[in-house]
């Protein structure tokens, strides 16, 4: 091989040896030659991304040098206190729940699982006559009756031909167990009831078992006495031999959409100031950090309390997503009202029960909370021994949390700082991260503004931007929780 080829190998070797004595000899000086000669490459434009990071974490270089796609961008910006915005955290280190949008409108559909449960509408007074007179409540009489017309709330989910249940209804009976008016001993009977006939919200319900009528009713049964508050189960239909089929029923979805919001921020550094001699050693990548912590609290906060909106200013749109909170109806309370904050074992209690049961959720969730909410759950769990018992502390979705452990599933709950500074410190979100998705038009990149090349400006800038959204699936597997007022 040509002799100068080993010539220049040797004397490279030589500076780069000589450079890192000189720079280890420097830095017992207070100088750092290498990191300087670096940032000086990194400000000429050579680096797409630098993120000074905390303790433990490697700077990311240019993401087009180091062969970084958008989506390592996003990963690394979860390393960056991940525990400060957790939402964000979740939904970046949640891969499977990231899609990519097409378009800043982005469809979707939400179901809810087909309800157990239905109540009578209260408002109706009628005599239960008829399907023109239907009624809300009933007393109990001496005769049976062939059938009653009550109206339900929730319609779509009876068809003709269902059962269902009254539980628990009380009737009075002599020593003899004969049904009397006055006196005698409560007995309480759940009553079954077939659906004949299907009007709108109007069932005529025919009661199916129980104590026999006496005289011209002795072939039906006597109803015991009910008002609106009762609760009627819906069980299994009940189809005649000769049917062949039944009233079609399905629970389609609901179409929704919501909007992709394009988030930006940007940071600049002149290079005057870069020249500058500071007090304190401020980079242009510190500032990068700030921008960073800035812009995920900015989006989080979009995330969970944005207002669904599209503005229109002479055909440049600007989309404004919305927010979780604004797409769930369920809210769970707590507290005595008037500022008391205290969670009952009972309040715990129903709360689990109302997450896990009567959806199709999975069988986590992870609530969100404020320092105030805490600080309620923690006093309960230090009277509540057994709920103390069943806890760890543990990473979850990579962020830090407390999972209590329950028969009803697992409630992961984590501090929300964010929660504290914008007015949420007593309240909490809980979600099911099997059933939250989050929609990225534009994926999270960072982008050099070349403005001295153009003319613009002498200086040195860098530029984020994410254009996304959240959506979710099946409501009532999320709940917001607040104090009563």
Not at 54 to 80: C, F, H, R, W
Not at 309 to 327: A, K, S, W
Request: proline share 3%.
């Amino acid at each position: 091989m040509n002799k100068n080829f080993f010539k220049t190998i040797k004397l490279l070797s030589i500076t780069l040896l000589l450079a890192i004595v000189a720079n280890y000899l420097l830095q017992l000086c207070g100088c750092d030659v290498l990191g300087d000669l670096a940032h000086m490459l990194w400000a000429s434009g050579g680096a797409s991304l630098a993120i000074a990071a905390p303790v433990g974490m490697v700077d990311v270089a240019s993401a087009e040098a180091q062969g970084l796609n958008m989506q390592d961008v996003s990963q690394e910006i979860t390393k960056m206190n991940p525990d400060r915005y957790p939402l964000d955290t979740i939904m970046r280190n949640y891969a499977k729940k990231v899609r990519r949008a097409s378009s800043q409108e982005c469809k979707y559909y939400q179901q809810s699982a087909k309800p157990m449960q239905d109540m009578l509408d209260a408002s109706v007074h009628g005599t239960g006559a008829s399907a023109a007179s239907p009624t809300s409540s009933y007393s109990v009489g001496g005769q049976g009756i062939a059938s009653i017309f009550v109206q339900v709330k929730n319609a779509k989910i009876w068809r003709p031909k269902d059962t269902l249940l009254m539980r628990e209804l009380e009737m009075n009976c002599d020593g003899t167990g004969k049904l009397v008016i006055d006196g005698g001993d409560s007995v309480y009977y759940d009553q079954m009831f077939y659906v004949a006939q299907k009007s709108g919200a109007v069932l005529e319900l025919v009661p199916i078992g129980g104590m026999k009528g006496s005289g011209s009713m002795s072939g039906t049964y006597i109803v015991p006495s009910f008002d609106a508050s009762v609760t009627l189960y819906r069980m299994g239909s009940a189809m005649a031999e000769k049917d062949a089929k039944t009233e079609p029923f399905a629970m389609l979805p609901a179409s929704s959409v919501n909007y992709c919001q394009n988030f930006m921020c940007q940071i600049e550094q002149s290079t005057f100031e870069k020249m500058t001699k500071k007090e304190v050693p401020v980079s242009f990548s510190d500032q990068e950090v700030d921008m960073l912590y800035n812009m995920r609290g900015e989006i989080e906060s979009s995330f969970i309390w944005g207002e669904k909106f599209i503005y229109d200013n002479g055909g440049d749109r600007t989309y404004f997503t919305e927010g979780i909170t604004r797409q769930i109806k369920k809210v769970l309370m707590y507290g005595e009202g008037g500022g008391d904050l205290t969670l009952t074992a009972q309040e715990y209690t129903a709360w689990m029960k109302s997450l896990f049961t009567g959806n199709d959720g999975s069988t986590d969730r992870v609530l969100l909370a404020g320092a105030d909410l805490i600080a309620a759950i923690e006093l309960l769990r230090e009277s509540q021994k057994q709920i103390s018992g069943n806890t760890v502390q543990e990473t979850y979705l990579g962020v830090k949390c407390t999972s209590i452990v329950s028969t009803f599933g697992v409630l992961h709950i984590v501090h929300a700082p964010l929660f504290d500074e914008q007015g949420w410190s007593a309240k909490g979100l809980a979600f099911d991260p099997e059933h939250i998705y989050k929609e990225e038009f534009q994926p999270m990149i960072a982008k050099d503004l070349d403005f001295k090349s153009s003319g613009e400006k002498n200086a040195d800038a860098k530029m984020l931007q994410e254009v996304s959204c959240l959506v979710l699936r099946y409501p009532d597997c999320h709940a917001i929780i607040e104090p009563r007022q």
